[in-house]
Nanobody, 121 residues
Framework: QVQLVESGGGLVQPGGSLSVSCAAS????????MGWYRQAPGKQRELVAT???????NYVDSVKGRFTISRDNAKNTVYLQMNSLKPEDTAVYYC???????????????WGQGTQVTVSS
C-alpha cells in the first residue's frame, strides 16, 4: 500500500509565501513524475506543476515565476514553494505521484488527501 501525506498550507496574506510538502510512503520501488494540482470552490481540479525523477519541471502559466516545485528522491518527497501569492491561488492543493511497487510492476497514480491554501487579507 502506498500513501501520500501532505503537510503545510494555511492562511497567508496576498503577496506572501507559503510552502507545502508531500511524502510518499509504503511499498515503493520507484517514483516517476510527482506533481501538485489544485481545486478551487466550484472549479475543476487543475494542474499546477510537475517534476520528473531527473528534475525536469513544468508549470501552469498562471504560476510561472512565482511557484517552484522540487523533490528529494531519497525521501520520496515533493515540495511546492509558493511566492507572491494571490487570492486566486486559494484552493485545496493535492499531491500526485506515479509509483510502482516492484521492479517489474505496473505504474499506479496516487493522490494525497489535499491541503487548504487560503490567500486573503
Amino acid at each position: 500500500q502506498v500513501q501520500l501525506v501532505e503537510s503545510g498550507g494555511g492562511l497567508v496574506q496576498p503577496g506572501g509565501s507559503l510552502s507545502v510538502s508531500c511524502a510518499a510512503s509504503g511499498s515503493i520501488f520507484s517514483v516517476n513524475v510527482m506533481g501538485w494540482y489544485r481545486q478551487a470552490p466550484g472549479k475543476q481540479r487543475e494542474l499546477v506543476a510537475t517534476i520528473t525523477s531527473d528534475g525536469s519541471t513544468n508549470y501552469v502559466d498562471s504560476v510561472k515565476g512565482r511557484f517552484t516545485i522540487s523533490r528529494d528522491n531519497a525521501k520520496n518527497t515533493v515540495y511546492l514553494q509558493m511566492n507572491s501569492l494571490k487570492p486566486e491561488d486559494t484552493a485545496v492543493y493535492y499531491c500526485n505521484a506515479h509509483i510502482r511497487s516492484g521492479r517489474y510492476g505496473r505504474w499506479f497514480e496516487y493522490w494525497g488527501q489535499g491541503t487548504q491554501v487560503t490567500v486573503s487579507s
